[in-house]
């Protein structure tokens, strides 16, 4: 064996290390002395015996001192579980809320966007005139657009008419521009023959 397997032993043996096996070991040994030692002398032998009761008693403190501390290491470690327990509860509320609060928040920036939104139409729709007057200057825009069908018909009436008319001057001056050239071509021929 090693001197580190020695210590490592003596350590797991020892427990916190306050030499709990070195006094069980002394007692031991005190008590087979104890045994071991003629009765002639009873002022030494009260006085081992005295000492074992006070080494007794220091390993009875001990055992109690380490029995409520491993009770009270098991109630800290329910308070532990507890707190665990409660932790992980309240870390899961808490991721709740933040899922409730998302939720809160993604409908709270739709209702914003919808507002400005609503705005903005709202001001266009304010800057239009309203429904009344849009067809009243409808109805008028109609009339004059009526009006002005009328007008042209009776342009274009009068266009074709008048179209009409410089036709039949035209032919007419054609006509007299035949007529007057005939009427030259005659009168040369009979100056012609007065001539000869």
């Not at 006094?23 to 006085?47: A, G, M, Y």
């Not at 001001?123 to 109609?142: A, F, G, H, W, Y």
Request: proline content about 2%; hydrophobic content about 30%; aromatic content about 6%.
């Amino acid at each position: 064996m090693t001197d580190e397997e020695v210590i490592r032993r003596r350590l797991l043996i020892d427990g916190d290390g306050t030499g709990d096996d070195r006094r069980l070991n002394v007692l031991l040994k005190t008590f087979i002395k104890w045994c071991n030692t003629p009765i002639d002398n009873p002022s030494e032998s009260q006085l081992s015996q005295d000492r074992m009761l006070g080494q007794l008693s220091q390993c009875e403190y001990t055992f109690s001192k380490c029995r409520l501390l491993s009770t009270m290491c098991d109630a800290e470690l329910e308070n532990y579980k507890n707190l665990s327990t409660q932790i992980a509860s309240d870390i899961e509320k808490a991721k709740e809320e933040i899922e409730t609060t998302k939720t809160k928040f993604k409908e709270a920036k739709t209702i914003r966007k919808n507002r400005v939104e609503y705005e903005v139409l709202a001001k266009i729709i304010n800057e239009q005139p309203d429904r009344k007057q849009t067809c009243e200057v409808l109805s008028q825009i109609q009339k004059e657009l009526r009006n002005l069908e009328e007008t042209k018909a009776q342009l274009d009436k009068k266009w074709d008419l008048r179209r009409k008319q410089f036709h039949v001057l035209v032919s007419s001056i054609h006509q007299l521009q035949g007529l007057l050239d005939e009427t030259e071509s005659d009168d040369g021929s009979i100056t012609s023959m007065d001539w000869v």
